[in-house]
């Protein structure tokens, strides 16, 4: 049972261009949750989703970013017109329950991206 | 508002030399509070939940218990390979979990 499955491991953009992180969850996991990790700081949430469906998205930036998890495929996390400030590694994680009754949550082993 | 604390920030051990790190939070009906590890340039690994104070589950060379304000992670007996940043994160009001900033063991042979 593979894990949590995130690529691409590293993405360079220059400003203004699009990133697009991937993530696949667990095998049985409807659940996807996408954090960012600035250096020397905690993970902080973005965005909370289940397929096909936002349930929360209170810690994502009103702009330039976006998050869905189609029926079917990845999660995709968008950035649209990087800027230096995004660069940082994101993180997605899954589980088989939802946040109101989380029991476990794997990790993926994140997304670097750096903005050049 | 800090709803999780992480001390201390950093830990310096002997190999063999046990210890405690503690995690305070503040966040009202518990709904778990979960222990991870990671890696220099790795994703957080899991490693326990807890749920009601008194609880106790053990891995190997470490044990996390849980009290009503405050959980422990004791390491029993640490090795090198021990060293990361240890985080714990509870979940709080609409958000799935919330992190500490961590804290960064290093067990030197």
């Known amino acids: 049972n593979a894990g949590v499955m995130q690529n691409p491991r590293h993405l360079v953009r220059r400003r203004g261009q699009e990133a697009r992180l991937r993530c696949s969850p667990m095998?049985?996991?409807?659940?996807v949750y996408w954090y960012r990790q600035l250096p020397e700081e905690g993970l902080k949430f973005m965005v909370y989703?289940?397929?096909?469906?936002?349930?929360?998205e209170s810690g994502m930036p009103k702009e330039r970013f976006s998050a869905e998890f189609p029926k079917e495929g990845p999660s995709i996390l968008r950035i649209q017109q990087v800027v230096r400030g995004d660069s940082a590694a994101y993180f997605c994680?899954?589980?088989?329950?939802?946040?109101?009754?989380?029991?476990?949550?794997?990790f993926g082993q994140g997304t670097r991206l750096t903005v050049v | 508002e800090d709803q999780v604390t992480q001390s201390p920030e950093a830990l310096r051990l002997q190999e063999g030399e046990s210890s405690s790190l503690n995690c305070s939070y503040t966040?009202?009906?518990?709904?778990?509070l979960f222990w991870y590890r990671q890696d220099p340039g790795k994703g957080p690994e899991f490693l326990f939940t807890?749920?009601?104070a008194g609880e106790e589950k053990e891995k190997e060379r470490l044990k996390a218990t849980l009290t009503k304000k405050e959980s422990f992670l004791h390491i029993t007996a640490p090795k090198p390979e021990d060293s990361a940043t240890y985080l714990c994160?509870?979940?709080?009001?609409?958000?799935?979990?919330?992190f500490g900033k961590g804290t960064r063991l290093s067990v030197i042979a």
């Open positions: 095998k049985g996991h409807s659940h």
């Open positions: 994160a509870v979940p709080s009001g609409n958000t799935p979990l919330v």
């Open positions: 994680a899954s589980s088989q329950t939802g946040w109101h009754g989380i029991t476990e949550a794997f």
């Open positions: 989703l289940q397929k096909e469906n936002i349930i929360d």
């Open positions: 807890l749920y009601s």
């Open positions: 966040v009202s009906g518990l709904r778990g």
